[in-house]
């Protein structure tokens, strides 16, 4: 099949790259030059293991292109996915305006059917929007041209991104039910049939509950974790351990075992987004989602949590005092800083007068530009913070190691040496990696997140 994505982010660039995998062809367009330039070179802007190389060979194979050429990308496929940025607005509602664009350069230079799929987590209610514009710019043409919109969440995750897109555990399908809507829907179906062939994981049903399904998806995750860092912090004041609750109760299947993690809160592009943009829409029909406002009121509180608990134990000045900190990115396997608790930690530390020795395995320079960003106000913090290549070199004479993203190179270091370096033998450790037991036996002070120490 010939397919247009537009938009090469995230979710735009793993989807185009995935489907022509599976044999189609694909064409991304992307109005920034600057990336189309450096897709072409065979550079890709975003850290994804394996996205690199699969571009590569599906470029090499023919199945793969890249253009700014708007009207193009309308001619070449017959499905056109949008999958463009929706960042949140000052008011916590999602920003259309890029999925808007979209809709209305498809609108522009269509001349025949067009599925137009939205890939970006959308507001309830933006099909009907995106129909309207389509409507509106084939009017104004005054051309026929049919078309139906499709709403095709993305549940893909960061750091997993392509095999959680090439093994779905569903895929959700909303469209109208009128001729187009299942003309549509058949397209999609023959699109997706390669993930079908042993288990029907296709969901079909109307738009508004797919563009709905996205994010009650997120919320529910989120929730998850907000509990859990609540209950973590009760089992901290009565001296439980929530590694042992979370497998008391993850074992019952109606619970589960994932997504129970207890840790310095949930970052990332998404979930702070579409829980704020769900109590967002809530709000606009007149309810309050109280679960879900108190789900982020609870996040927000839990991203101090590790300077709260280095507060406890130094008092709020920390001057002279210098900490070595593993993990940047928002977690492991990208490079990905937005919302990352680590920039929380950095502030509050770097304010209090304490010097930063950071190291990740991948989101330094990511790191670096985040925190310019954040100490715009106050540069002389900046001078506070280090960036090493190697997590050795951070804790070389450090008061504390504080861990605030659970990259796989962290699981087990060679804690004899990380003893031997430090000033002091005291983890403070935001993603309960290590048992408290075998970090006692190691000689250390530990604490961690809800582990009744
Ligand atoms: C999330 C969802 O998991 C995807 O299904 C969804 O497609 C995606 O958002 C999206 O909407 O695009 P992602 O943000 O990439 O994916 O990352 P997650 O692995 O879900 O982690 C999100 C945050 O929750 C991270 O900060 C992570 O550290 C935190 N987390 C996760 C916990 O604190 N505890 C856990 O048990 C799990």
Not at 6 to 19: A, E, N, P, Q, R
Not at 399 to 407: C, H, N, P, R
Request: charged share 25%; with cysteine.
């Amino acid at each position: 099949m010939q397919i247009t994505v537009v938009g090469t982010g995230y979710v735009g660039l793993v989807t185009g790259t995935c489907l022509a995998d599976l044999g189609n062809r694909v064409l991304c367009v992307d109005v920034d030059p600057a990336k189309i330039a450096l897709l072409e070179r065979g550079e890709v802007p975003i850290y994804e293991p394996g996205l690199k190389e699969l571009i590569q060979d599906n470029v090499a194979a023919g199945r793969l292109a890249f253009t700014t050429d708007v009207a193009a990308g309308v001619a070449f496929g017959e499905i056109q996915f949008i999958a463009v940025g929706t960042p949140a607005a000052a008011d916590g509602s999602a920003d259309l305006s890029q999925v808007l664009q979209a809709a209305r350069n498809i609108g522009r230079h269509m001349t025949d059917f067009k599925v137009v799929v939205n890939k970006s987590t959308v507001p309830i209610g933006t099909g009907e929007q995106v129909a309207g514009i389509l409507r509106e710019e084939i009017a104004q043409r005054g051309v026929t041209a049919s078309f139906a919109v499709v709403s095709n969440p993305e549940f893909l995750k960061e750091g997993a991104a392509i095999a959680d897109f090439m093994r779905p555990d569903r895929i959700v399908l909303g469209a109208d039910d009128t001729p187009e809507g299942q003309r549509a829907l058949a397209l999609m179906r023959r699109l997706y049939a390669p993930f079908n062939r042993h288990h029907e994981r296709t969901r079909v049903m109307d738009v508004k509950s797919a563009e709905f399904t996205k994010y009650a998806a997120n919320a529910m995750l989120a929730t998850r974790i907000s509990f859990m860092n609540e209950l973590a912090n009760l089992a901290d004041r009565v001296g439980a351990d929530i590694e042992s609750v979370r497998q008391g109760i993850g074992s019952d299947p109606r619970i589960g075992y994932s997504f129970l993690y207890a840790g310095t809160g949930y970052g990332g592009s998404c979930f702070p987004k579409d829980v704020q943009a769900l109590a967002h829409t809530a709000r606009s029909h007149g309810q309050k989602l109280r679960v879900l406002e108190a789900v982020e009121s609870v996040n927000d509180e839990q991203k101090s949590v590790i300077a709260r608990k280095v507060f406890e134990r130094y008092g709020e000045r920390l001057e002279g005092r210098t900490f070595a900190l593993w993990g940047l990115a928002f977690k492991p396997n990208t490079d990905d800083m937005r919302e990352a608790p680590s920039r929380g930690v950095i502030a509050a530390l770097a304010r209090a007068g304490a010097r930063i020795r950071a190291h990740d395995p991948v989101a330094m320079e990511q790191a670096r530009a985040a925190l310019a960003e954040d100490f715009r106000a106050e540069p002389a913090l900046l001078q506070r913070v280090e960036f090493v290549r190697h997590p050795m070199d951070a804790v070389k004479d450090a008061d504390a190691l504080v861990i605030v993203t659970e990259w796989k190179a962290y699981r087990s270091p060679n804690f004899g040496l990380i003893k031997a370096a430090m000033r002091e033998p005291l983890i403070f450790d935001g993603r309960n990696l290590y048992e408290p037991q075998d970090m006692q036996q190691a000689g250390f002070t530990y604490v961690g997140i809800g582990r009744g120490t």
